[in-house]
């Protein structure tokens, strides 16, 4: 037995009754409840639930009409079936209209059973339509996704709210428009290849095509389509995918180009230096490539910060591409480097008027960064096809070489690649190799270099000083190794090594009982702008127990003029912590002596270019003579470096010089040897 929950609407419960014995004998379990009034009606409609109404067309006080009304305006989705009696085809026929599922005659209950059965299915399939119906509007007005039906020409018949949010219309502006006309023209002969192909029975499956947005931009659709089962209609879905398209797209982009500058990076200058080579073969042409480097662009890191840093290399960008063809190429390199490919080339003469060019206006007029005007330089090293390398590793690496050569001899020039540069950067790469190992296996020593009292003659300190002894080189200069080491970052390890030695050595003599002497250690820029100094050098104190006022640390007055006022901060500390401060090369800079009142320095040390001439060239005797008595004004030492003779020491004792430091009394020495001169007293003759 099916279960059927009914609503009577019935006066006559003889009637209800014999209904309920036709349902149940057609199979159904009725649970009726009856009512006689419309308030009866309309109370129980909404105490339901009930799969049925069956209603008399005419009661006392209330008749079919009224009730199939109530049912309607409910909008329950309840099915009806009016029970009467013999009644007109008219009156038939309008309570069908009025919504009546069906109508039974009282005389003839054999059409009961199937009129609620079908009344039954219909009322399922209405509430499947129904929820479909929701279902499909939900969708429509909450996707996400551009959803529309067309008709077979491409014309929109309907079209979801996400029509508003991708392409910028409102559904009804849509309507009857043909979606070909919303299809950017590069894309609209591939759509309609595949429109063709579903006409015809196709599905199509993620076809990504370019669309136009109502505000003239791009929108990249993938679309899916397929055609209804009577051929009448196509229904399409397109998913937005502009953001990973232009993601995409981005990434292609960042492959082949700087993000910073937006020039093109090394990977895309390689391929066009290729490409150029092989149009240079044909055309029996040459080409070039220009290796440049900013000069001292770390100075502006350090000084003003990366980002503002990052502002000046797009600027430098941009005049750099301002300053070349355009069929060249400028491209980032990385850090502050850039390639430029120059094309084309009658004779490599054309490629030095470039450069040449470049090395002049690069920072002239000045970089206007954050309303600051910034001078920059730049080193340009140069290959030339084809011979200087037939391809893009050999011409960018030869360049590279020429870029080093040019800041070597002095910055802000360019330089032709040559073969002897090659050997010269193997050299310096062998060197460098061998300098990594160089602590480990025991090659680096120092010796010690004394400096003298002019006044006493007795030995008051020394300078340590760092050899290198290759077991294949044998000695090698400092000047040939001290640079590669600065270049290479290994400066900051072996100057660790330099500082810990010196003070475990000026420890050992200052236990053996021996006069009191300072031992001045060389810091390098690396050194004194990479890390914090004041705590290397006190962890260095503790660890070898030197007393801080037997150690004296000497920068080069160029050193300091790269951050005068962080200089000034860490000589303060330093002081503050006994350690003694000397500023070496003194005059070599030119630019501190402003502020040389604000260093909190003991030393002041001449350098020995003005010492060595300073008998036979009236200029550098007055700058040594200007030197001490401005030393003397500041309540400096005064140490002269590079005194050969007994000449030179007469006039700088005449002058007032306080001590010297040079062959005149002993070259570098090995500890030991310092250590034996030390013990014999020997002094400074004269």
């Known amino acids: 037995m099916t279960l059927l929950r009914a609503l009577m609407v019935e006066d006559s419960e003889d009637d209800a009754i014999l209904v309920q014995e036709v349902l149940r004998s057609g199979g159904y379990d009725p649970r009726v409840h009856r009512v006689e009034t419309e308030a009866d009606l309309r109370h129980a409609l909404h105490a339901g639930p009930w799969d049925i109404i069956l209603s008399d067309y005419m009661l006392p006080a209330f008749d079919a009409r009224g009730a199939l009304d109530l049912i309607r305006t409910s909008g329950l989705g309840i099915p009806a079936i009016v ?9 038939a026929i309008e309570t069908l209209k009025l919504g009546a599922d069906d109508y039974v005659l009282k005389q003839n209950l054999t ?23 929701h279902m499909k509007t939900l969708i429509l007005e909450n996707s996400l996704d551009l959803i529309c039906t067309l008709d077979t020409q491409g014309c929109f018949l309907e079209v979801s709210a996400a029509a508003q949010a991708v392409l910028g219309y409102a559904p009804a502006e849509l309507m ?27 599905r ?22 397929v055609l209804s089962a009577d051929h009448s209609v196509i229904v399409g879905v397109g998913r937005d995918v502009t953001e ?16 910073l500058t937006d020039l093109p990076n090394r990977n895309l200058i390689q391929d066009r230096i290729q490409q150029a080579i092989a149009h240079a073969r044909r055309a029996d042409r040459q080409l070039a490539v220009l290796f440049l480097d900013l000069d001292r662009f770390k100075v502006i890191n350090d000084g003003y910060g990366h980002p503002f840093g990052d502002l000046v290399l797009k600027t430098a960008a941009e005049r750099l591409v301002s300053l070349v063809r ?60 084809p011979q200087d390398g037939d391809s893009a590793d050999a011409l960018i690496g030869n360049a590279d070489v020429a870029m080093y050569r040019a800041k070597h001899l002095g910055r802000n ?23 990594h190992d160089a602590v480990a296996l025991n090659q680096l020593e120092l010796v010690y270099q004394p400096m003298v009292s002019l006044t006493s003659g007795r030995i008051t300190g020394c300078e340590a000083l760092l050899r290198w002894r290759h077991p294949e080189l ?152 200007a030197v001490i008595a401005l030393a003397h004004n500041l309540e400096f030492k005064v140490v002269a470096e590079g005194v050969e003779t007994e000449q030179h020491c007469r006039f700088l004792r005449d002058n007032g010089c306080d001590e010297i430091q040079g062959n005149c009394f002993s070259g570098p020495i090995p500890a030991a040897v310092f250590e034996a001169v030390l013990r014999s007293g020997k002094r400074l003759s004269g």
């Open 83 to 91: 029970i009467s009696g013999t009644v007109g085809e008219d009156v």
């Open 111 to 133: 059409r009961l059973v199937p009129a609620v059965a079908r009344a039954l299915d219909l009322a399922e399939s209405r509430r499947q339509q129904n929820r479909l119906e």
């Open 176 to 202: 009857g428009i043909c979606l070909e006309t919303l299809i950017h023209p590069d894309a609209s002969s591939s759509f309609q290849h595949e429109f063709q192909a579903v006409l015809q029975g196709q």
């Open 204 to 225: 199509m499956r993620d076809f990504e095509c370019r669309f136009r947005h109502k505000a003239g931009r791009d929108v990249y659709l993938t679309w899916s389509a």
């Open 244 to 259: 990973r398209k232009q993601a995409e797209q981005r990434i292609r982009y960042l492959a082949t180009h700087d993000g």
């Open 326 to 385: 355009e069929s060249d190429t400028v491209a980032r390199q990385g850090g502050d480097e850039f390639l430029i490919l120059l094309t084309d080339l009658r004779r490599a003469d054309d490629a030095y008027v470039v450069a040449r060019e470049i090395v002049e206006k690069l920072g002239q007029p000045a970089l206007m960064v954050q309303e600051r005007e910034i001078h920059v330089t730049g080193s340009i090293g140069v290959a030339v096809f």
């Open 413 to 435: 020039t360019c330089q032709f690649f040559t073969r002897a540069m090659s050997e010269e950067t193997q050299r310096r790469v062998n060197l460098e190799t061998g300098l």
């Open 474 to 625: 044998g000695l090698v200069p400092p000047a040939q190794f001290i640079p590669i080491a600065e270049d290479s970052g290994l400066i900051v390890p072996i100057g660790d090594w330099v500082l810990h030695t010196a003070c475990t050595q000026a420890r050992a003599w200052h236990d053996a009982g021996l006069q009191p002497i300072t031992v001045a250690v060389n810091l390098s820029a690396r050194q004194f702008l990479q890390q914090d100094v004041v705590s290397w050098v006190t962890s260095t104190l503790r660890t070898t127990g030197l007393p801080p006022g037997l150690l004296e640390l000497e920068l080069t007055e160029s050193l300091i003029a790269q951050d005068v006022e962080h200089v000034i901060t860490t000589f303060g500390r330093l002081r503050d912590a006994g350690v003694k401060l000397s500023i070496d090369d003194f005059g070599t800079g030119y630019s501190s002596l402003g502020y040389l009142k604000r260093f909190p320095a003991d030393t002041l040390k001449i350098d020995q270019s003005f010492v060595r001439d300073m008998l036979t060239d009236p200029e550098d005797a007055t700058i040594v003579r």
